[in-house]
């Protein structure tokens, strides 16, 4: 067994062939997928081009499986899920739906890892612990 992210509500598996599956919404309330860049702190994304979105627009984001919201209940500005690694350990990694905004939080045994040029927009990582 690799690496997974898992939905925190139905617990399937998000990531496939290298990236993580979303589904997402505009504030057009247009839908369409976004596929994630597994490692932390690597921001790559893609996405069809018809799929318009602009750079600080916060977007809803969704399990692609179950369909449930993936918002933090720390943050209004922040989704999660879980990461599990190869020795099936799990921690919660915390992230921004503000589409460009470059912002992701690992929470593993009550440590707080930031990543992203934008984490110091949020200053103070300990309000989700």
């Known amino acids: 067994m690799g690496t997974n992210y898992l939905c925190p509500h139905c617990r399937g598996i998000l990531n496939v062939k290298g990236h993580i599956i979303l589904s997402a919404k505009n504030s057009k309330d247009e839908s ?43 943050h209004e500005n922040f989704a999660q899920i879980q990461y599990q690694n190869i020795k099936e350990k799990e921690s919660t990694v915390i992230f921004s739906k503000i589409y460009g905004e470059k912002v992701t939080h690992l929470l593993e045994d009550k440590k707080v890892f930031s990543y992203g040029e934008h984490c110091k927009k949020y200053a103070d990582p300990e309000w989700f612990l």
């Open 32 to 74: 369409g997928l976004l596929l994630l860049h597994p490692e932390i702190g690597n921001y790559t994304s893609y996405k069809n081009t018809e799929f318009k979105l602009t750079i600080g627009e916060k977007l809803s984001l969704y399990c692609s499986i179950c369909h449930s919201t993936l918002d933090s209940n720390k």
